[in-house]
């Protein structure tokens, strides 16, 4: 009973404090919320104490060190072919081929040629000389004894895709039967497929896109210095580094060059330190060099004039990335080679 009446008391002396037109459902509230009040006070008391501790700014008198901001492209040309072949996906390919020829069901003929037909012997012809309905697959016959030594031996050229594209070209153009009986056999036309390797590639022409068409080609201009570098030029105004790469491929390569910015950011950086730091009083700073961010693009048709570029350019050249490795400095390299593609 004792302590009842004590807690009684104590209550009626806290609300005693709190204004009489207050209901009892919000003087309880007010009473259990009491420590609200106090943190809220606490932390408008903090800044002002830690206000005291903040030491004066003062204005900076030498010239503060900074770097010049560049934006650079890294122009490509993607692979129009696709790479060439190793000696094992050749073989591997070419024993796919006389497996499924193994497997599928015998060609029938009779389908296609009326039997005793020009067509039909002319099929019989050449099915003796293949073994095989398939052309490109070398002289085997799946349905013989010897039909599960489909595969090659070490060395064998019938694998090669030039070989294979030979053997199609001379199955086309053979004579058809009766072709020879009033004198030599003639051979049709056919139209070849093109090369691989282009006019570009035998001459050594390195300005012309036509080259290397297994593999992406980058762009890298010739400065005023001699060094061979990606296209590069300085900020203008509060241009974004998108802005700035689109400018720099037309003021560098002119209108003839059909390119394209992919993305706002940079894939890489290069810092340049110079020799002496430049002083530059009308900005109040001191460059120690310079920074470049490289923005991605690529080029779908045209090609770059130099002729008349703001840049001061002298020449450009068309790349891929071990040829890149070989025109560069050593620190460039380091820099812009994980930015550049295996092929």
Same mark, same amino acid.
């Given at each position: ?16 404090s709190i ?5 009892i ?14 943190a ?7 800044p002002?104490t ?16 900074s770097?010049a ?7 490509a ?9 190793d ?8 024993y796919?081929?006389?497996?499924? $020829?193994r497997?599928t ?8 040629f ?5 067509a039909?012997l ?6 003796r ?8 697959i070398g002289?085997y ?10 595969e090659?031996?070490?060395g ?8 294979q594209v ?13 072709s020879?009986?009033?004198? $030599? ?6 139209e ?5 390797v282009?006019?570009a ?13 297994d ?7 010739? $400065? ?10 300085p ?5 974004s ?21 992919v ?18 009083p009308?900005?109040?700073?001191? $460059? ?25 350019w ?10 890149v ?14 930015m550049?593609g295996?092929?």
């Open positions: 009973m004792g302590g009842r009446h004590t807690s009684g008391v104590l209550r009626q002396i806290r609300w005693s204004d009489p037109g207050v209901c459902a919000c003087r309880q509230t007010i009473h259990r919320r009491s420590y609200a009040s106090s809220a006070a606490a932390a408008v008391e903090t002002t830690l206000l005291n501790h903040i030491p004066p700014v003062t204005q900076a008198t030498s010239p503060q060190p770097y901001v560049k934006t650079g492209v890294v122009l040309r993607a692979p129009l072919l696709t790479r060439d072949l000696s094992f996906e050749k073989a591997s390919f070419f796919q081929k006389r497996l499924n $020829e497997l069901l015998p060609f029938t003929r009779y389908l296609y009326k039997k005793d037909t020009p039909d002319e099929w019989k012809r050449k099915q000389l293949r073994q095989t309905p398939a052309r490109d002289a016959n799946p349905y013989t004894k010897e039909g599960w030594n489909d090659l031996l070490v064998a050229s019938e694998s090669d895709p030039e070989k030979e053997a199609l070209l001379d199955d086309a153009a053979s004579p058809g039967v009766g020879g009986e009033m004198g $030599e056999a003639k051979k049709d036309t056919v070849r497929p093109q090369s691989r282009t006019e590639d035998r001459l050594g022409d390195m300005k012309s896109l036509s080259r290397r068409l593999r992406t080609l980058y762009m890298l201009i010739q $400065e005023d210095q001699g060094r061979w570098r990606f296209p590069a030029a900020l203008v105004g509060k241009e580094l998108h802005q700035a790469a689109e400018r720099i491929l037309v003021q560098s390569g002119g209108l003839d060059m059909n390119t394209w910015v993305g706002n950011h940079p894939i890489g950086h290069f810092k340049f330190h110079y020799p002496l730091p430049r002083l530059l009308e900005k109040g700073i001191k $460059e120690k060099g310079e920074k470049t961010f490289f923005m991605k693009a690529r080029i779908m048709a045209g090609q770059a004039n130099l002729k008349n570029n703001a840049l001061g002298r020449d450009v050249k068309w790349l891929c990335k071990e040829e490795q070989q025109s560069v400095t050593a620190g460039y390299w380091s820099a812009v080679k994980n550049l295996d092929r």
